[in-house]
């Protein structure tokens, strides 16, 4: 390995271990198996710091007289998520049982970070929601329905 490369993986390294020094250890930002850090939540009732803001939240509402259906309202953060040309979601997945059943591209300053979804309910279904955020990477929380 070249001197070049390796001063850029050391430079690298302090400062990841230097921002771990500052926040502490960060329990909620894990690897998926590409190497993409996912924000997950610490714990949904004491959301704190970036996770107020940035974790979607799952609801799951009967869907009126029919059972086999169920109605996933989803919202982004405690306190709605900005969405300004500098601080946006730009995109929102829906996962169900490891399999993207949607995606959606959002517009900056068009779209509330709130939506509403009827599934078809399968038995149990694990239902996971993923998010982007232009300045704090993806966000994520999963709910077993």
């Known amino acids: 390995m070249d001197r070049r490369r390796w001063m850029l993986g050391a ?5 990841a271990v230097s921002l771990q020094g500052i926040l502490g250890r960060v329990p909620w930002a894990r690897a998926d198996g590409q190497g993409t850090v996912i924000h997950w939540p610490a714990d949904l009732s004491k959301l704190q710091g970036l996770e107020v803001d940035h974790v979607p939240l799952i ?4 869907a009126g007289e029919r059972k086999d259906l169920v109605n996933l309202e989803i919202q982004v953060g405690q306190r709605l ?6 601080h946006a979601i730009h995109w929102v997945q829906l996962w169900v049982d490891e399999h993207k059943v949607s995606q959606m591209t959002l517009t900056p300053g068009r779209v509330v970070p709130k939506w509403r979804f009827t599934l078809r309910r399968m038995g149990s279904m694990r239902v996971m929601v993923r998010v982007g955020c232009n300045r704090h990477g993806i966000w994520a929380n999963r709910l077993a329905v």
Do not use: K, N
């Open 81 to 86: 998520h900005e969405m300004t040309l500098l």
């Open 59 to 62: 609801r799951v509402q009967p």
């Open 11 to 15: 430079v690298s390294f302090l400062g």
